[in-house]
């Protein structure tokens, strides 16, 4: 918890003391917290992370499978989508070599539609747990899911997967 109300505070800009000023936590206190010489209770993390601007939230995990193709090529597949931050799906990125060793160093701009289709079909290919958790959004997947080139048995056990409906992420409130 120490480390969530660190970088919460780093990312909003704020001191501790404009911070425990907006949460009504002293500024000893709040140092106490990030330090993990203190641990808050739920309802107090909550109202601190809120006062720097963001939410507390519980999200589902995603874990992945290996599925092996009648050639032998090796899938990656989640039992579950998961959604990006908005500047992360909408990113302009590099792909790593291991992904994208046809064009190295070639720049995706995801806000492109097209862009982000070969992103996503390069990914769903060639991507292991990591390069799918940064690089797919599950709904940016599924509206594109029916315009993607992709091998008929990876589509096949990606598609309970996409026909699935999304998982909310659960809301902790003070």
Same mark, same amino acid.
């Given at each position: 918890?120490?480390?969530?109300?660190?970088?919460?505070?780093?990312?909003?800009?704020?001191?501790?003391?404009?911070?425990?000023?907006?949460?009504?936590?002293?500024?000893?206190?709040?140092?106490?917290?990030?330090?993990?010489?203190?641990?808050?209770?739920?309802?107090?993390?909550?109202?601190?992370?809120?006062?720097?601007?963001?939410?507390?939230?519980?999200?589902?995990?995603?874990?992945?499978?290996?599925?092996?193709?009648?050639?032998?090529?090796?899938?990656?597949?989640?039992? &579950?989508?998961?959604?990006? /931050?908005?500047?992360?799906?909408? /990113?302009?990125?590099?792909?790593?070599?291991?992904?994208?060793?046809?064009?190295?160093?070639?720049?995706?701009?995801?806000?492109?539609?097209?862009?982000? /289709?070969?992103?996503?079909?390069?990914?769903?290919?060639?991507?292991?747990?990591?390069?799918?958790?940064?690089?797919?959004?599950?709904?940016?997947?599924?509206?594109?899911?029916?315009?993607?080139?992709?091998? &008929?048995?990876? &589509?096949? /056990?990606?598609?309970?997967?996409?026909? &699935?409906?999304?998982?909310?992420?659960?809301?902790?409130?003070?």
């Amino acid at each position: 918890m120490a480390n969530l109300i660190a970088q919460a505070r780093a990312a909003s800009s704020l001191s501790q003391d404009e911070l425990a000023g907006l949460s009504g936590t002293s500024r000893p206190t709040l140092s106490a917290y990030e330090n993990g010489r203190k641990s808050p209770s739920l309802s107090t993390a909550t109202r601190i992370v809120e006062a720097s601007g963001f939410e507390l939230r519980l999200a589902p995990t995603i874990t992945f499978r290996q599925v092996t193709t009648s050639r032998n090529r090796v899938l990656t597949v989640p039992d &579950r989508l998961w959604r990006l /931050a908005v500047e992360q799906a909408l /990113a302009e990125v590099t792909l790593p070599l291991h992904l994208n060793w046809s064009a190295p160093g070639q720049v995706f701009n995801l806000r492109d539609r097209n862009r982000r /289709a070969r992103v996503y079909e390069v990914v769903l290919r060639e991507g292991m747990p990591k390069d799918l958790l940064t690089y797919v959004d599950g709904v940016l997947l599924v509206d594109l899911w029916d315009d993607l080139v992709l091998p &008929r048995e990876l &589509r096949e /056990a990606w598609n309970p997967v996409i026909e &699935r409906p999304l998982e909310t992420d659960i809301h902790l409130a003070s």
